[in-house]
């Protein structure tokens, strides 16, 4: 099975600040790489898709890179409304699974 | 708008078996895949299975022996049943749409929180 590791576990930061958050797959997994923005007592939302589509509706302060093993989600200018927890998943292949998260919260 | 609505007991007693329906509405089942992920905190998101509109379905392994996924396009809705439940079940449960591909999962339920207690 394919392992996703994110880092930072949490970081703090201010409205304005650039964001990064890394995620790491155990193996490569090409471009099948997600990101979703959960808010407290939500369901996860879909933010970005293979590695670097944003999904419709999604503010374009939100940009996905990456490739193979390594992928970053990048918050250009971090608002109120991003403190959130954020997860990676892959799509490679089965089981599909989910980074541990990134708890962004207000420096 | 496409919205999906989780239903099923909130508790639910060792050994016996957990059972969820997801109702899917605003759009068709076609030709997308249907999933269930639970959330805990201490093992995060974790994936159990999806199935395709056809009736393909496929498992996480972890979980393959005592899960089956099954849905009902007519009524729009599928469902989840988990047998031989402990504690270590207890989660949010979420059902999802993958869209194109299992996943790419865009449209989520609001969530249901079950216990394992006796």
């Known amino acids: 099975d394919i392992q996703m590791t994110q880092s930072p576990s949490s970081l703090s930061a201010s409205v304005g600040d650039r964001v990064t958050i890394t995620c790491r797959a155990s193996?490569?997994?090409?471009?099948?790489l997600n990101w979703y923005q959960q808010k407290p007592g939500k369901a996860p939302q879909l933010l970005i898709y293979?590695?670097?589509s944003l999904q419709s509706g999604v503010p374009s302060r939100f940009s996905g890179s990456g490739s193979g093993t390594d992928f970053t989600l990048t918050i250009s200018s971090l608002q109120p409304e991003d403190f959130a927890t954020y997860y990676c998943?892959?799509?490679?292949?089965?089981?599909?699974?989910f980074g541990g998260g990134t708890k962004v919260g207000i420096k | 708008q496409v919205q999906l609505q989780e239903s099923g007991p909130g508790l639910v007693k060792p050994s016996e078996t957990l059972s969820l329906t997801c109702v899917v509405s605003?759009?068709?089942?076609?030709?997308?895949?249907w999933s269930w992920i639970r959330q805990t905190p201490g093992k995060g998101l974790e994936w159990i299975g999806y199935?395709?509109?056809?009736?393909?379905?496929n498992y996480n392994p972890s979980l393959k022996s005592r899960v089956t996924i099954s849905g009902d396009t007519s009524k729009d809705q599928f469902s989840l049943q988990v047998k031989s439940v402990t504690a270590a079940d207890t989660a949010i449960y979420y059902c999802?749409?993958?869209?194109?591909?299992?996943?790419?999962?865009?449209?989520w339920g609001q969530g249901i929180l079950v216990t394992v207690s006796s």
């Open positions: 999802a749409r993958g869209r194109t591909v299992p996943s790419l999962l865009d449209y």
């Open positions: 605003g759009g068709s089942m076609r030709t997308y895949y």
């Open positions: 199935i395709y509109y056809s009736g393909n379905t």
């Open positions: 193996q490569s997994i090409k471009n099948f």
């Open positions: 293979t590695a670097s």
């Open positions: 998943q892959q799509g490679y292949s089965s089981p599909l699974a």
